[in-house]
C-alpha cells in the first residue's frame, strides 16, 4: 500500500510559520494588555495567558508523539460538518472519526477536525499513536506544529 510505505520514511520537521504566527497573536495581546485600561487589560492578559498555556499544551502533545510515536493506517468511519447554521463558521468545521489496528493488534478510535479537507467515510489516512498508550493518537496530517516529508 502506497500510504504504508510514506509513513515509514516520514521524517518530522518542525514548522515554523505556526510558531511565528502565535508568537505574533501573542505578542499583540500583551500589548493591547499593556497600553488598556481595566477591565479591558485584564481580559487581554489573560487571552494571552490563555493562548500561551493552549499553545505549549498542544505543542508538548504534539512532541510526545513525535519523540515516541509508532504509525497505522487508519480508515475513516464517519465524517461530518458541525456548526454549520452558526454565524461565523462559514461552511462549518468538518470532523471525521477514525479507527486503526496497533501493534497489540486491538482496534483504537480517534476524532479529529484538523486536516479533514478532502476525506470521506472509507478515506484511508496516516495516523500517529503512542505504543504506550495507543488512546493517544493524532493523523499525521493534522499536526499543528510539525510537518512530515518523506
Known amino acids: 500500500m502506497h500510504l504504508s510505505a510514506r509513513l515509514q520514511t516520514a521524517q518530522p520537521r518542525l514548522r515554523l510559520k505556526p510558531i511565528i504566527f ?8 500583551i500589548e ?3 497600553f488598556n485600561r481595566e477591565p479591558h487589560r485584564a481580559l487581554y492578559g489573560g487571552l494571552a495567558a490563555t493562548l500561551a498555556i493552549a499553545m505549549i499544551v498542544q505543542y508538548r502533545r504534539e512532541a510526545a508523539l513525535v ?14 460538518v458541525v456548526g454549520k447554521f452558526a454565524p461565523h463558521f462559514g461552511k462549518g468545521v468538518p470532523v471525521f472519526k477514525y479507527e486503526f489496528v496497533a501493534f497489540d493488534q486491538m482496534t483504537y478510535s480517534g476524532e479529529t477536525g484538523w486536516g479533514a479537507g478532502g476525506l470521506s467515510k472509507g478515506s484511508h489516512i496516516a495516523v500517529l499513536y503512542d505504543p504506550e498508550n495507543p488512546k493517544r493518537n493524532h493523523p499525521l496530517h493534522g499536526f499543528a506544529f510539525y510537518s512530515f516529508v518523506g
Do not use: E, H
Open 22 to 29: 502565535f508568537g505574533a497573536c501573542f505578542a499583540v495581546l
Open 67 to 80: 519523540r515516541n510515536a509508532l504509525s497505522a493506517t487508519a480508515l475513516v468511519t464517519s465524517y461530518r
Open 32 to 34: 493591547a494588555s499593556y
